[in-house]
């Protein structure tokens, strides 16, 4: 356990360890039990894990977490058990009673951990403090699985005491820790692939607590029941020693040592892990199948280092000079593996190439590519880790020490890891000094004696070098000609502000995803406004994710707002400022009915506190780490709970990130919470094309007059200026479905819960692998779709209603024209070729639709570009669009202009 996060070493490592002689088949079945409890031991991790990310809000913080408490508990059920389990005359019945108590606490928790998560998520709060909130993070899941993780740290002095060759030649402690792990991979790599997918996370924890009760059963069938040695009863009971074991040391000062080495390599192993996985979540995809691929390459290196140290370093070695080697070699190694991180991105480049990802994309070179990096970052590291531990582990119990205690040891170094290095110590200083003190950390175990050879010097250069010459290891795509405008590592992600060439400024996360730039303030301004134009008459709304802060800040402008935004991450509030001058924290002048609160926006719905008229949730990634939870039926639960009496919410989602597979399944899950719901367009965008699920609080003829009325009283406010909301169908028109043609698009998907987390399973294979491209999923959405006024107005009250529905009907038939027209056309820089391309398609739509007028604008702009270089034809254009839109002012005073030898120039606003 020197550095593995495998909570199924405990429950299974020793099984394998059986050489009983009554039997020949039992060698095998002993086999078979260590298997499956691996595979039941890892298979809890990966359920528990996502769980947790539900409540906890992020799924770094869930990793961070469960490691603790996995490890806490395997330690503290080593130490207070160990000992009684060495006296008990029936080691096997403590075993299968272990087993039993493992299978049945995960199976009452697949039942328990929704409700206790909920009560977490109230406890922690909605703005809690960050000692707060990181004390009931860890706590939480300690106190929740200790029964099971304590029954899992002492079911190895159990199963050691069975066994009747474990003294003998270290068998057990490398060759079956090597042989444990492959189930823990096989656990590791089904739950994630198969069983999470297939059966939800309450399914696949009882399929584990399954496993591990048949694992009890099994072992009081199948192993022997009274071994002919005591493993744990002294070394005056132990077998011939090996020559390894003969030169250790006798009981004393020696037998602290080796716990204490136990203790730091677990420490300074899972900080590895920890630092590591975070770097290579800025590389990565940092999808759920990310954390699984590099738990399968972390086990299976630590599993071969346990089996080389079995097959060739167990037998005719010094055991401290081997551990002074073992260390020296764990340092180098990590040092490498820094070095592989510090070049993360050449290296991704360097395994897509290998693979052929970057020539034919597909989810199976992706995760291939994936896989290649944890090898490149974790396979030396793990290796030696594995062969460390295994071989402290003997030397640790040739010295009096039980199996127990070196497990209690190393646990509970790894227990503090995730606290020490994930949450204290990564923010503070980054990734590339931690992994420095770390290598640093493996060597000052090493005696002075040790530091004239090589083998110490060198890695201790090389980690100084690093220090002291080394870039940080941050990944940020500057593109040419641009900056670095703000970079701030957090104890869950990296958040960058990027400026190019041109002035545009993107905001990264872990320099993958784009949640924003200063390019689209036009789309982020009309998602706040499309929904607060729906309602008839709000005074607060409450934004969900602030990215850029255009979004909420545009809101804001409406003084008569009380406008409050809840964002994850500290990270993103801070480079807000980047993009919105006032949300700049030096800013005083920040306006009084804007509040920007730090908080998980699940934890937020959840908490006491006010209702509002209109709720927005931002743009998510539904690919990326936690989420998915914002996407399920419990979250728009949640939501609706928070809405004041005819609220209304709105839910926007990125296609472009989106296949419609994925968002069958949102929409389900949103109509099981809002089966009146509506979608609508935000803008009509076709590379980035943005959809809007609204929750509308009503759809009667008399709330719709009050909406038009408001809308005419905002029309000319500064703060809708530019926003495109010049009429009731510009904003009435962007709507594109209504709740019957969502539910047919719908109806066969399956339901995204907390549970069955579809969407965190099925988003990565777009987000890997790309099989269309978001104008073309843009188009076959709007085929599949179909709505009719009344279904979003209700049965027009009069006849001048009834006018106005027939030509909101014109209009969406025009945009949905409008959009298949775009898709179509390829984009050229030369005039006459673009105009020969869209102007008669453009004009039949005005002619079908006066009142679109996206078409009429983009012709406007064609028309008073070409006049600069043939007036005749723009003219001839001019003259087209004021036969087609009669009412629109500007075509005239263009060809008054031209009349007067005047280059026209669109009229003032």
């Known amino acids: 356990m020197n550095s593995l996060s495998d909570p199924a070493l405990a429950t299974g490592i020793a099984a394998n360890a059986v050489r009983p002689d009554r039997t020949v088949g039992t060698p095998a079945a002993a086999a078979l039990l260590m298997g499956l409890s691996g595979f039941a031991g890892l298979g809890y991790q990966i359920v528990w894990t996502q769980q947790f990310g539900t409540w906890l809000g992020h799924e770094i913080v869930a990793i961070l977490a469960v490691l603790a408490a996995f490890f806490g508990g395997l330690a503290l059920g080593a130490y207070a058990l160990g000992r009684r389990i060495a006296d008990s005359a029936r080691p096997l019945r403590w075993y299968a009673a272990l087993e039993a108590a493992i299978g049945l606490w995960a199976f009452a928790l697949s039942f328990l951990l929704a409700p206790a998560g909920s009560l977490l998520a109230v406890l922690i709060g909605a703005q809690p403090a960050a000692g707060w909130h990181w004390t009931v993070a860890f706590l939480g899941p300690f106190v929740l699985l200790l029964p099971a993780t304590a029954a899992m740290g002492a079911t190895l002095p159990a199963i050691e005491r069975v066994s009747d060759r474990l003294q003998r030649d ?43 009760l048949m694992c009890a059963g099994g072992a009081l069938i199948l192993l022997p029941r009274r071994p002919r040695t005591s493993a744990l009863a002294g070394p005056a009971k132990a077998a011939t020693p090996t020559p390894a074991l003969a030169r250790a040391p006798a009981i004393g000062p020696q037998r602290s040592r080796w716990l204490a080495w136990l203790a730091i390599t677990g420490l300074l192993g899972i900080g590895y892990e920890v630092v590591a996985v975070r770097v290579l979540s800025q590389v990565a995809e940092n999808t759920i199948y990310t954390f699984a691929l590099l738990l399968a390459v972390y086990l299976l290196g630590t599993a071969a280092g346990a089996a080389a140290y079995q097959r060739w370093l167990v037998r005719g070695s010094d055991p401290v000079r081997l551990s002074h080697q073992l260390l020296a070699a764990l340092a180098a190694a990590c040092l490498l593996g820094t070095l592989m991180l510090w070049s993360g991105t050449t290296a991704r480049d360097f395994a897509q190439g290998l693979l052929g990802a970057r020539l034919e994309p597909s989810f199976a070179t992706a995760i291939a590519t ?51 290095f994930g949450v204290l110590l990564l923010p503070a200083l980054g990734p590339k000094t931690v992994l420095a003190l770390i290598v640093l950390g493996y060597l000052a175990l090493l005696p002075w004696e040790t530091w004239r050879r090589p ?32 970079y701030r590592d957090g104890v869950t992600a990296a958040v960058s502000v990027v400026e190019d060439a041109q002035g545009v400024a993107r905001l990264h996360i872990d320099n993958r995803q784009q949640e924003g730039s200063s390019a689209t303030r036009l789309s982020d301004a009309r998602q706040a406004w499309l929904p607060l134009l729906l309602h008839p008459a709000p005074k607060s709304v409450l934004f969900l994710g602030l990215g850029t802060g255009t979004t909420a800040a545009a809101a804001s402008e409406d003084r008569s707002l009380v406008v409050d935004a809840v964002e994850l991450l500290p ?82 989602l990125p296609l472009h990130q989106l296949d419609l597979d994925t968002l069958r399944s949102i929409v389900r899950a949103f109509l099981a919470v809002y089966p009146a719901g509506s979608a609508v367009l935000a803008t009509h965008s076709l590379d980035t094309p943005v959809l809007g699920l609204i929750a509308r609080p009503d759809r009667n003829g008399g709330a719709l007059q009050a909406r038009h009325a408001r809308l005419a009283g905002l029309a000319q406010r500064p703060f809708l200026t530019g926003l495109n909301f010049a009429d009731d169908f510009a904003v009435f028109g962007s709507f594109i479905a209504g709740p019957e043609s969502l539910a047919r698009f719908a109806a066969k998907a399956p339901l995204n819960t907390d549970d069955r987390p579809v969407v965190v399973y099925r988003a990565p294979r777009i987000a890997y692998a790309p099989d269309s491209q978001p104008r073309e999923r843009l188009v076959s959405l709007l085929r599949e779709l179909r709505l009719e006024p009344a279904e979003l107005l209700g049965s027009p009250p009069d006849a001048q209603s009834e006018r106005w529905q027939r030509r909101l009907a014109a209009y969406w038939a025009a945009r949905t024209r409008f959009i298949e027209v775009g898709a179509a056309v390829r984009p050229s820089a030369d005039l006459p070729t673009m105009l020969a391309q869209v102007r008669e398609p453009l004009l ?35 003259l087209a669009l004021q036969a087609v839109q009669p009412a629109r002012p500007e075509a005239g005073h263009a060809l008054r202009q031209l009349d007067a030898g005047v280059t026209p120039a669109a009229p003032p606003p």
């Not at 002619?847 to 008073?864: E, K, N, V």
Request: charged share 15%; with cysteine.
């Open 844 to 878: 039949e739509l005005l002619r079908a639709s006066p009142d679109f007028r996206p078409a009429y604008d983009p012709l406007f702009s064609m028309a008073l570009a070409l006049a600069r270089s043939d007036v005749a034809d723009a003219r001839a254009l001019l």
């Open 571 to 652: 990270e993103v509030i801070a480079a807000a400022g980047h993009f919105v001058p006032m949300l700049d924290v030096r800013n005083d002048e920040r306006p009084g009915n804007l509040r920007v609160l730090a908080g998980d926006a699940r934890r937020y719905v959840r908490a006491t506190g006010p209702r509002y008229d209109v709720v927005i949730s931002d743009l998510f990634h539904p690919a990326r780490s936690g989420a998915g939870s914002l996407y399920t039926v419990e979250h728009f639960a949640a939501i609706r709970a928070r809405l004041s009496a005819g609220g209304l919410f709105c839910q926007w």
């Open 455 to 486: 083998t110490t010097w060198l890695p201790t250069l090389g980690a100084a070098a690093l220090l002291a010459f080394g870039g940080p290891i941050a990944f940020v795509d500057v593109p040419q000609g641009g900056r670095l405008l703000s």
């Open 370 to 420: 994936e896989a290649a990096l944890a090898v490149m970052a974790f396979a030396l590291p793990t290796v030696v880790m594995g062969a460390l531990f295994s071989h402290l582990c003997v030397q640790a119990k040739a010295a009096g020490s039980g199996l127990g205690a070196a497990l209690a040891a190393n646990t509970l170094g790894a227990a503090l890891a995730p606290v020490l």
């Open 170 to 212: 270290g068998f057990a402690i490398g060759g079956l820790y090597a042989a444990n792990t492959l189930g823990a991979v096989a656990g590791v790599l089904a739950s994630a692939f198969v069983l999470v997918p297939w059966l939800g996370l309450t399914g696949s924890a009882q399929v584990c607590a399954a496993l591990s």
